[in-house]
Antibody
Framework: EVQLVQSGAEVKKPGATVKISCKVSAYTFTDTFTDYYIHWVQQAPGKGLGWMGLIDLEDGKTIYAEKFQGRLSITADRSTDTAYMELSSLRFDDTAVYYC???????????WGQGTSVTVS | SYVLTQPPSVSVAPGLAARIACGGNNIEVESVRWYQHKPGQAPVLVVYDDTVRPSGIPERFSGSKSGNTAALTINRVEVGDEAAYYCQVFDGVNDHPVFGGGTKLTVL
């Protein structure tokens, strides 16, 4: 079964930048890293899930939610099967758990990472 | 941006059925997904393409759609089903997924 393993918790000061990794492993027999899309989803304390952005691992195309335009960068390293989410100019309300999730397309998230807590304080 | 509306909470006794609704404009033409999210865990896809269960999801979970409302029904609810449930569609105008606000299922 495909697994997504995220990097550990972060504590950052306002104005700083955080970069979270998401390593994909244990592919199915027919899949490779570039067959997937990787989404990033934010969950602030007491709030619901909010889609942030995605990367098409085949061509590196990214789409970002308007809320994060200009502060969010999603990248991927094919050599290590790892995707990254970088959020800059951190604010107190960026305190949240951030999830990566893979999907066969840009419309669906079928396997999720365990989440990474980011505290801005 | 496309808006999906869910009730904040649903309560049900063990062994009974729970129905969680998700409303959206023209949702009848959208493909609806449902995710289960327990505190401290990764969300889990429980239904996609309106009615399809991924491998490993119990048959007690089923999706349906009628008019402007999609629904997730959980039959014979168990204590372990207590979680937040989110519906999700793809907003073709803005070219990205959209989540509903989530419904907290409480098993009494």
């Amino acid at each position: 079964e495909v697994q997504l393993v995220q990097s550990g918790a972060e504590v950052k000061k306002p104005g700083a930048t955080v970069k979270i990794s998401c390593k994909v492993s244990a592919y199915t027999f027919t899949d490779t890293f570039t067959d997937y899309y990787i989404h990033w989803v934010q969950q602030a304390p007491g709030k619901g899930l909010g889609w942030m952005g995605l990367i098409d691992l085949e061509d590196g195309k990214t789409i970002y939610a308007e809320k994060f335009q200009g502060r969010l960068s999603i990248t991927a390293d094919r050599s290590t099967d790892t995707a990254y989410m970088e959020l800059s100019s951190l604010r107190f309300d960026d305190t949240a758990v951030y999830y990566c999730a893979k999907g066969p397309s840009g419309t669906l998230m079928d396997v999720w990472g365990q989440g990474t807590s980011v505290t801005v304080s | 941006s496309y808006v999906l509306t869910q009730p904040p909470s649903v309560s049900v006794a063990p062994g009974l059925a729970a129905r969680i609704a998700c409303g959206g404009n023209n949702i009848e033409v959208e493909s609806v997904r449902w995710y289960q999210h327990k505190p401290g865990q990764a969300p889990v896809l429980v239904v996609y393409d309106d009615t399809v269960r991924p491998s490993g999801i119990p048959e007690r979970f089923s999706g349906s759609k009628s008019g402007n409302t999609a629904a997730l029904t959980i039959n014979r609810v168990e204590v372990g089903d207590e979680a937040a449930y989110y519906c999700q569609v793809f907003d073709g105008v803005n070219d990205h997924p959209v989540f509903g606000g989530g419904t907290k299922l409480t098993v009494l």
